[in-house]
T-cell receptor, first 119, second 112 residues
Framework: DVKVTQSSRYLVKRTGEKVFLECVQD?????MFWYRQDPGLGLRLIYF???????EKGDIPEGYSVSREKKERFSLILESASTNQTSMYLC??????????????????FGAGSRLTVL | QKEVEQDPGPLSVPEGAIVSLNCTYS??????FMWYRQYSRKGPELLMY????GNKEDGRFTAQVDKSSKYISLFIRDSQPSDSATYLC????????????FGKGTMLLVSP
């Protein structure tokens, strides 16, 4: 019954490595998001996408890029990993546009998370 | 001033207690108010969803929104050990591509 799948639960990488975090959803959702979650800082939005090949910067995009070649897949890329990117990364998806009492755009379905450690 | 403020806790209560979790916010454009629950080592899941002001009840859970005070609450009646989790409030405005603004979460511990 898993709907948002993150390919790796735990990763350990070295400083300077290129890191790919993959996320796949099977709900035909238009919107996909990447967050990171850190103690004391909460959830912070890195990038999001409202359609295939579209991407928008979130609150903390520096050091990250994303790719959305297919509707169901949204990848987060760390071009050169640094120790301050050690974190829990959460992918989420939702449907439609915000607006209206029943807006599905606010109903995020999250993956289980990918815990990345950069040494 | 942060857009959404939420006490991080932890909040420890005995089983059966009534729990009150709260968030304050500063952006008057917020129209949609949500509570997400996150168990340890899991992603958050939607618990309650409210549009504009008022109350919404679902079983043991009641969500309240007071837009005049910019204050939202989640009440849990007859709390259970299985309610032990982190509760995150989230909000968004009524615009086409608005994203959610999350509180930092309150950790709740319900002891048997």
């Amino acid at each position: 019954d898993v709907k948002v799948t993150q390919s790796s639960r735990y990763l350990v990488k070295r400083t300077g490595e290129k890191v790919f975090l993959e996320c796949v959803q099977d709900m035909d959702h238009e919107n996909m998001f990447w967050y990171r979650q850190d103690p004391g800082l909460g959830l912070r939005l890195i990038y999001f996408s409202y359609d295939v090949k579209m991407k928008e910067k979130g609150d903390i995009p520096e050091g990250y890029s994303v790719s959305r070649e297919k509707k169901e897949r949204f990848s987060l890329i760390l071009e050169s990993a640094s120790t301050n990117q050690t974190s829990m990364y959460l992918c989420a998806s939702s449907s439609g546009l915000a607006g209206g009492p029943g807006s599905g755009a606010n109903v995020l379905t999250f993956g289980a998370g990918s815990r990345l450690t950069v040494l | 001033q942060k857009e959404v403020e939420q006490d991080p806790g932890p909040l420890s209560v005995p089983e059966g207690a009534i729990v009150s979790l709260n968030c304050t916010y500063s952006n008057s454009a917020f129209q949609y108010f949500m509570w997400y629950r996150q168990y340890s080592r899991k992603g958050p899941e939607l618990l309650m969803y409210t549009y504009s002001s008022g109350n919404k009840e679902d079983g043991r859970f009641t969500a309240q929104v007071d837009k005049s005070s910019k204050y939202i609450s989640l009440f849990i009646r007859d709390s259970q050990p299985s309610d032990s989790a982190t509760y995150l409030c989230a909000m968004s405005s009524n615009s086409g591509y608005s994203t959610l603004t999350f509180g930092k979460g309150t950790m709740l511990l319900v002891s048997p």
